[in-house]
């Protein structure tokens, strides 16, 4: 079943939207033209990743400023591969929006 969460035309580069999907809190954010929906909790000590600071494909938790990598999930600086990457959800297209599909039960 699609879940709509944005209208295309509402996106741009630096967006973020803190978003229900399945129960649980998640950040819809475009950065360099990308767009992508991530559970809304840090891999260090689970704050919430809405208006952290997006700078190209990164993503900095305004928490403890760690910042992660939108293209592979990884903490970058001295803590790269010590702590657990960004939860990532594949987003669909469908028409002018997208959202996710959840399977219907
Ligand atoms: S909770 Fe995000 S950097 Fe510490």
């Keep these: 079943m699609f879940i709509p969460l944005a209208k295309l035309t509402d ?10 999907v ?29 208006h952290g600071a997006i700078v190209g494909s990164t993503l900095r938790c305004k928490a403890h400023g760690i910042a992660f990598s939108l293209i592979t999930g990884g903490a970058e600086g001295p803590l790269a591969g010590s702590l657990d990457c960004l939860v990532f959800v594949d987003l669909v297209y469908e028409g002018d929006r997208l959202g996710v599909d959840i399977p219907s039960r």
């Design 11 to 20: 996106l741009y580069d630096g967006f973020q939207q803190a978003v229900m």
């Design 22 to 50: 399945a129960g649980k809190s998640h950040l819809l954010l475009q950065a360099d033209g990308q767009v992508y929906l991530v559970e809304n909790r840090c891999p260090h000590m689970d704050a919430p990743l809405l």
